[in-house]
C-alpha cells in the first residue's frame, strides 16, 4: 500500500444524518481524491484537493464537502446523507499532478 | 469532457489461456495518459500498467500488455497466462496532463469489465 488508511472501513447510518469520511496518508503527497464507486458507473470523482486548503469539486460533488487543515488528512462530510449517497467511498493521493493514483481500501458507507 | 468506455461488462477466460480487455476513449487532446486499474474482491485499487501517449511503443508489465492506437483511441489489454489471482474487475481510466506546472488533472474511469478466470 502507498500509505493511506481510510476511517471508518465500514459505516451505516440514518438519512439526514452528517457523516465524515476521513483519509490519512503518510506520503506526503500534495494531490488527494475522494471518489466514489457504484454499480455500473466506475468511479467518479467527487472532489480533490491540490494542497492545504486547496479543494475543487469534481464531476458528482452536490451533497458533499471536503477539508483538508493539513497535509496528510483529507475529510470527505456529507452534510445530511440521502440513500443515493450509499456507495464506496475511495480516497486516492498521487505525488505530483501527472503521477498514478494510488488508492485507499475503501470505505462501504450504507445510507438507511 | 473525456470520455471512457469498456464494452465488455462481463468476461472469463480459462486459466493459462490469454485474454484481451477492450477500452475506447473520446478526447480532442494530443498528449495524455492511460492506465489499468485491477480491483480484486478485496476492493483494493492497484495500478496494473500505465501508457503515456507521446509513446508509441506499447507498455509491458510482466504478463500484462497493452495495445495502444492512438488514431483509432483504443487501449485494451491483454492478459497472458491467466492466473486465478487475476480475477477482478478491470478499469481502464484516463488522465490528460496537466496545463499548468504543478497542477493536477482528474483521473476518467471507465465503468469496468468484471473478469473470471475458471481452473
Known amino acids: 500500500d502507498a500509505g493511506i488508511t481510510q476511517s471508518p472501513r465500514h459505516k451505516v447510518t440514518e438519512t439526514g444524518t452528517p457523516v465524515t469520511l476521513r483519509c490519512h496518508q503518510t506520503?506526503?503527497?500534495?494531490?488527494m481524491y475522494w471518489y466514489r464507486q457504484d454499480p455500473g458507473h466506475g468511479l467518479r470523482l467527487i472532489h480533490y484537493s491540490y494542497g492545504v486548503k486547496d479543494t475543487d469539486k469534481g464531476e458528482v460533488s452536490d451533497g458533499y464537502s471536503v477539508s483538508r487543515s493539513k497535509t496528510e488528512d483529507f475529510l470527505l462530510t456529507l452534510e445530511s446523507a440521502t440513500s443515493s449517497q450509499t456507495s464506496v467511498y475511495f480516497c486516492?493521493?498521487?505525488?505530483?499532478?501527472?503521477?498514478?493514483?494510488?488508492f485507499g481500501n475503501g470505505t462501504r458507507l450504507t445510507v438507511t | 469532457a473525456q470520455t471512457v468506455t469498456q464494452s465488455q461488462p462481463e468476461m472469463s477466460v480459462q486459466e493459462a489461456e490469454t485474454v484481451t480487455l477492450s477500452c475506447t476513449y473520446d478526447?480532442?487532446?494530443?498528449?495524455?495518459?492511460l492506465f489499468w486499474y485491477k480491483q480484486p474482491p478485496s476492493r483494493q485499487m492497484i495500478l496494473v500498467i500505465r501508457?503515456?501517449?507521446?509513446?508509441?511503443q506499447n507498455a509491458t508489465e510482466n504478463r500484462f500488455s497493452v495495445n495502444f492506437q492512438k488514431a483509432a483511441k483504443s487501449f485494451s489489454l491483454k492478459i497472458s497466462d491467466s492466473q486465478l489471482g487475476d480475477t477482478a474487475m478491470y478499469f481502464c481510466a484516463f488522465m490528460k496532463p496537466s496545463l499548468l506546472q504543478g497542477g493536477s488533472e482528474k483521473l476518467v474511469f471507465g465503468k469496468g469489465t468484471k473478469l473470471t478466470v475458471n481452473p
Open positions: 478526447t480532442s487532446e494530443s498528449n495524455y495518459y
Open positions: 486516492a493521493i498521487s505525488r505530483v499532478g501527472d503521477s498514478p493514483l494510488h
Open positions: 501508457q503515456e501517449a507521446y509513446k508509441q
Open positions: 506520503e506526503n503527497h500534495r494531490y
